[in-house]
């Protein structure tokens, strides 16, 4: 059915659309499947937009799974080519349940900020202003994905598997603010390389005035 309407609408669309629910796994197998039907059918659109991306937590403990993984979303998302993303159904309609939609929202049925609602407040409030620059590493387990703006250089880091691990990092920053997976920051005047710890929130760090940041021994 997707690749019917791939090769029929060729030269239609602008931003092809596509859902994908569940973890980050998943979700990277979704978009490999959606690029590989469009170059099957010829297409050569380099840009997307995914119009459902959340994570259902209709338990209390997978809400810090669903903090981890919709924030692990929008920075695979923008660090691959994506023009947008909307994580599905951002307030819950009702109280929490094994019940589809409104287990998804980022705040709960009475307004309430959810886990989810402070990480992807850290992200945004990171990167706000900042353009995509590389993805310094990408693998099944580790992400880390460089940002630019006036004055500064910021990595945001994370790592799929079940046990944290720790990238190094080289830099030229006078100083390095470190944000948590909730928007806390401290300011330490680094020099020389440093380590990243990383596990499944996302973190980031802002490299003031640097200008080359690379990972290695």
Same mark, same amino acid.
């Not at 349940?97 to 886990?115: A, E, I, K, S, T």
């Not at 590493?137 to 944290?164: C, K, M, Q, W």
């Not at 990238?167 to 330490?188: P, Q, W």
């Given at each position: 059915?997707?690749?019917? =309407? &791939?090769?029929?609408?060729?030269?239609? !669309?602008?931003?092809?659309?596509?859902?994908? @629910?569940?973890?980050?796994?998943?979700?990277?197998?979704?978009?490999?499947?959606?690029?590989?039907?469009?170059? $099957?059918?010829?297409?050569?659109?380099?840009?997307?937009?995914?119009?459902?991306?959340?994570?259902?937590?209709?338990?209390?403990?997978?809400?810090?799974?669903?903090?981890? &993984?919709?924030?692990?979303? #929008?920075?695979?998302?923008?660090?691959?080519?994506?023009? *947008?993303?909307?994580?599905?159904?951002?307030?819950?309609?009702?109280?929490?349940?094994?019940?589809?939609?409104?287990? =998804?929202?980022?705040?709960?049925?009475?307004?309430?900020?959810?886990? #989810?609602?402070?990480? &992807?407040?850290?992200?945004? *409030?990171?990167?706000?202003?900042?353009?995509?620059?590389?993805?310094?590493?990408?693998?099944?387990?580790?992400?880390?994905?460089?940002? %630019?703006? %006036?004055?500064?250089? !910021? #990595?945001?880091? =994370?790592?799929?598997?079940?046990?944290?691990?720790?990238?190094?990092? @080289? @830099?030229?920053?006078?100083?390095?603010? =470190? #944000?948590?997976?909730?928007?806390?920051?401290?300011?330490?005047? $680094?020099?020389?390389?440093?380590?990243?710890?990383?596990?499944?929130?996302?973190?980031?760090?802002?490299?003031? *005035?640097?200008?080359?940041?690379?990972?290695?021994?």
């Amino acid at each position: 059915k997707c690749a019917y =309407f &791939i090769r029929e609408l060729r030269g239609l !669309i602008d931003l092809p659309a596509y859902n994908a @629910h569940g973890n980050l796994a998943d979700y990277k197998r979704s978009f490999a499947t959606m690029r590989r039907l469009q170059a $099957e059918a010829g297409e050569t659109l380099t840009r997307w937009v995914n119009t459902e991306a959340g994570y259902s937590a209709w338990r209390l403990e997978q809400e810090r799974r669903q903090a981890q &993984i919709d924030a692990q979303k #929008v920075l695979y998302s923008w660090a691959n080519d994506h023009a *947008g993303i909307l994580l599905f159904c951002s307030r819950m309609t009702r109280g929490p349940g094994r019940d589809g939609p409104p287990d =998804f929202g980022l705040v709960d049925y009475q307004y309430c900020p959810r886990f #989810v609602y402070a990480a &992807i407040s850290a992200l945004t *409030g990171t990167l706000t202003n900042t353009s995509f620059r590389e993805t310094l590493v990408e693998s099944d387990d580790i992400h880390l994905y460089l940002f %630019e703006r %006036e004055g500064a250089l !910021i #990595v945001a880091g =994370f790592n799929l598997s079940e046990t944290p691990t720790t990238a190094m990092l @080289h @830099h030229d920053a006078k100083a390095v603010t =470190f #944000v948590d997976e909730m928007g806390n920051e401290s300011t330490e005047n $680094e020099t020389g390389a440093l380590s990243l710890p990383l596990d499944a929130y996302p973190r980031y760090w802002i490299l003031n *005035g640097a200008t080359r940041a690379k990972t290695g021994e």
